[in-house]
């Protein structure tokens, strides 16, 4: 014959079956569930640590203003510029001048000129006047010749250079197209 259970037994046995579930539920659900919500925070908090180092971003309407300011510099740069080149190609005495200077330091640095005759002119970045120089020099005075046309205030440019041995000793015959 069945024993009929008391009301302290039935509770027991319902708390018993309560504590079971919950147990089982905290150790099959809620840890796991728990422990990738945990990693994910750590992971969070590591990926806005490293935003946050690199500093805010800077909007795009910052850097259009950027571009812009640039590219009024940039226009100003080229009207001066093309104010400069009209200026140097319309300056016939200015032009004189920097010849009279090729001559003078190339005879300071040593060349002796058979020719220097006008070839042209290039219209690139600068307005180069082209001549193409001949003439007979030694090795070091050649590029001391070189040295000085660098440290020029004006714009000059070496172009085509062309040099032969002579049968005179240490003389070299050069030919080369200067641009002023």
Not at 77 to 94: F, G, V
């Amino acid at each position: 014959m069945k024993k009929k259970l008391t009301n302290l037994e039935k509770f027991g046995l319902i708390a018993a079956v309560i504590i079971a579930a919950s147990y089982f539920y905290l150790g099959k659900v809620y840890d796991p569930q728990l422990k990738k919500l945990k990693k994910t925070i750590t992971e969070h908090n590591k990926i806005v640590a490293k935003i946050n180092s690199l500093g805010e971003f800077e909007s795009e309407l910052i850097y259009k203003k950027k571009i812009e300011k640039a590219q009024k510099e940039l226009d100003e740069l080229n009207e001066q510029l093309n104010e400069l080149t009209m200026k140097s190609s319309s300056d016939k005495s200015a032009l004189s001048l920097l010849e009279k200077k090729l001559v003078k330091t190339g005879e300071i640095s040593g060349i002796i000129f058979e020719s220097i005759s006008p070839c042209g002119e290039i219209n690139d970045l600068f307005n180069w006047h082209v001549y193409l120089v001949k003439g007979n020099c030694r090795f070091n005075g050649l590029i001391n010749f070189f040295k000085k046309i660098k440290d020029f205030k004006d714009p000059a440019q070496i172009g085509k250079f062309k040099i032969e041995k002579t049968d005179k000793s240490g003389i070299l015959k050069i030919e080369m197209e200067v641009m002023i």
